[in-house]
């Protein structure tokens, strides 16, 4: 085997330079357990960025994939497959939604749940209203039209002109929603709670308040559930708790465990929207990838995966509370369930980061302040316990080294 440094090098050779990535190469994964290609182990706290929900190396996932690997892989959407039946009467059973179109990424979910708000609108009057409202600090992905919606001046700037139409409100902040809406305004997009942002629940009254005025003007409610849904907020879906339903909803990360699969799923009158031709995809819903979502969503539901997390995200709320309380330099601490971030007064999220990963804790940030809580699902008490040692001795040294500097 070649050490890290060679590996890094390879690849910085071959790869093209869009990332600046940790100096870790991972080898492999064991329930909430990273092994590098050193052979150190780490402590997972990021999931592959909110994707891994049943963690790694799941036993019953993996002899499903090898399965269908051996059986059939792909048949193209021109035909019928049963995982993707299977699939998506689970994925409507536990959202409670009408359709199901499976696609490749978070971001292309966003793409088509965009498409059905345009194509809503288009049967309607022909496409008179065809603004839609976005928020700022949001986060929908990299293709131009998630990325058109997305309030991230940084990420929109180098690519502009994007989709014209868009605008954008603050999140959490109703009045600024109302003062947009208007005749031509055919969707509201939002994440229920904000991941890339900084981890912003939102607020009953906003998520309330923006839905009345969606009915109000046959407007389209979408939720970006991408990165809260699947489990992660303690319920299936983050809206679940609000006493809302979206029109669209859009969900990847955590659907196939680390097989790539998103969907949008639409309901009532949106559900109706889209027709034949309108949209596609060769890979998305393939037999392989939606035997890994069909199983996930099996397995969600043997291991009581919600009510795992209600329990534990419960007691890292606790946990990161008493710390927030010792450390200072913490001014907020937000989120559900198991996506939760804490905030620094300073951008030391990334040096934290790194801080962390000396100590074999693998914790991401989101944004320059916050760092970010979400590990596989499935990780216990101890784990908790063990983090929070680690992160306690991470901000100390982060500490010392600024003071010294
Ligand atoms: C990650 C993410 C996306 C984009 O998903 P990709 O699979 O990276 O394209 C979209 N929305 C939210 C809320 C996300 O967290």
Same mark, same amino acid.
């Given at each position: 085997?070649?050490?890290?440094?060679?590996?890094?090098?390879?690849?910085?050779?071959?790869?093209?330079?869009?990332?600046?990535?940790?100096?870790?190469?991972?080898?492999?994964?064991?329930?909430?357990?990273?092994?590098?290609?050193?052979?150190? %182990?780490?402590?997972?706290?990021?999931?592959?960025?909110?994707?891994?929900?049943?963690?790694?190396?799941?036993?019953?996932?993996?002899?499903?994939?090898?399965?269908?690997?051996?059986?059939?892989?792909?048949?193209?959407?021109?035909?019928?497959?049963?995982?993707?039946?299977?699939?998506?009467?689970?994925?409507?059973?536990?959202?409670?939604?009408?359709?199901?179109?499976?696609?490749?990424?978070?971001?292309?979910?966003?793409?088509?749940?965009?498409?059905?708000?345009?194509?809503?609108?288009?049967?309607? %009057?022909?496409?008179?209203?065809?603004?839609?409202?976005?928020?700022?600090?949001?986060?929908?992905?990299?293709?131009?039209?998630?990325?058109?919606?997305?309030?991230?001046?940084?990420?929109?700037?180098?690519?502009?002109?994007?989709?014209?139409?868009?605008?954008?409100?603050?999140?959490?902040?109703?009045?600024?929603?109302?003062?947009?809406?208007? %005749?031509?305004?055919?969707?509201?997009?939002?994440?229920?709670?904000?991941?890339?942002?900084?981890?912003?629940?939102?607020?009953?009254?906003?998520?309330?308040?923006?839905?009345?005025?969606?009915?109000?003007?046959?407007?389209?409610?979408?939720?970006?559930?991408?990165?809260?849904?699947?489990?992660?907020?303690?319920?299936?879906?983050? &809206?679940?708790?609000?006493?809302?339903?979206?029109?669209?909803?859009?969900?990847?990360?955590?659907?196939?465990?680390?097989?790539?699969?998103?969907?949008?799923?639409?309901?009532?009158?949106?559900?109706?929207?889209?027709?034949?031709?309108?949209?596609?995809?060769?890979?998305?819903?393939?037999?392989?990838?939606?035997?890994?979502?069909?199983?996930?969503?099996?397995?969600?539901?043997?291991?009581?995966?919600?009510?795992?997390?209600?329990?534990?995200?419960?007691?890292? &709320?606790?946990?990161?509370?008493?710390?927030?309380?010792?450390?200072?330099?913490?001014?907020?601490?937000?989120?559900?369930?198991?996506?939760?971030?804490?905030?620094?007064?300073?951008?030391?999220?990334?040096?934290?980061?790194?801080?962390?990963?000396?100590?074999?804790?693998?914790?991401?940030?989101?944004?320059?302040?916050?760092?970010?809580?979400?590990?596989?699902?499935?990780?216990?008490?101890?784990?908790?316990?063990?983090?929070?040692?680690?992160?306690?001795?991470?901000?100390?040294?982060?500490?010392?080294?600024?003071?010294?500097?």
């Amino acid at each position: 085997m070649m050490n890290k440094q060679q590996y890094i090098d390879r690849a910085e050779h071959a790869l093209y330079k869009i990332y600046n990535r940790f100096p870790v190469v991972f080898d492999r994964g064991e329930g909430v357990r990273l092994y590098d290609t050193d052979g150190s %182990e780490y402590l997972d706290f990021g999931a592959g960025i909110a994707v891994m929900g049943l963690g790694y190396g799941c036993r019953e996932l993996n002899e499903a994939v090898k399965d269908q690997v051996d059986k059939l892989c792909h048949t193209s959407n021109l035909f019928y497959n049963e995982p993707a039946i299977s699939a998506a009467e689970k994925l409507l059973a536990v959202s409670g939604m009408d359709k199901v179109f499976f696609t490749n990424s978070g971001t292309e979910a966003v793409e088509g749940a965009l498409k059905v708000a345009k194509r809503y609108t288009f049967n309607k %009057e022909m496409g008179q209203d065809y603004e839609i409202i976005a928020m700022k600090h949001s986060f929908h992905g990299r293709s131009l039209g998630a990325l058109s919606v997305t309030g991230n001046d940084h990420y929109q700037e180098p690519f502009a002109p994007l989709i014209p139409n868009i605008r954008f409100a603050r999140f959490n902040d109703l009045d600024s929603v109302k003062a947009l809406f208007n %005749e031509k305004t055919c969707a509201v997009i939002m994440e229920t709670i904000q991941g890339e942002g900084g981890i912003y629940p939102a607020t009953e009254e906003f998520i309330q308040g923006v839905r009345t005025l969606c009915d109000e003007h046959d407007a389209l409610l979408i939720l970006d559930e991408i990165q809260c849904g699947m489990g992660r907020s303690g319920e299936m879906f983050a &809206w679940q708790a609000y006493g809302v339903k979206p029109d669209v909803m859009t969900v990847a990360k955590a659907l196939g465990n680390g097989v790539p699969i998103g969907a949008f799923l639409a309901c009532g009158r949106a559900s109706a929207a889209m027709e034949p031709g309108d949209h596609g995809t060769t890979y998305g819903g393939n037999p392989l990838v939606c035997a890994a979502a069909d199983k996930v969503l099996e397995l969600f539901e043997e291991k009581r995966i919600t009510e795992h997390v209600k329990e534990i995200g419960a007691y890292l &709320w606790q946990e990161l509370e008493k710390l927030s309380a010792r450390c200072d330099g913490i001014t907020a601490h937000r989120g559900r369930g198991l996506i939760q971030g804490l905030e620094f007064s300073t951008p030391v999220g990334p040096v934290v980061s790194n801080a962390l990963l000396e100590q074999k804790l693998v914790l991401i940030s989101a944004g320059s302040q916050v760092i970010r809580f979400v590990p596989p699902l499935v990780i216990e008490k101890a784990d908790v316990d063990e983090m929070i040692g680690k992160l306690e001795r991470a901000i100390q040294e982060v500490k010392r080294s600024v003071a010294e500097a």
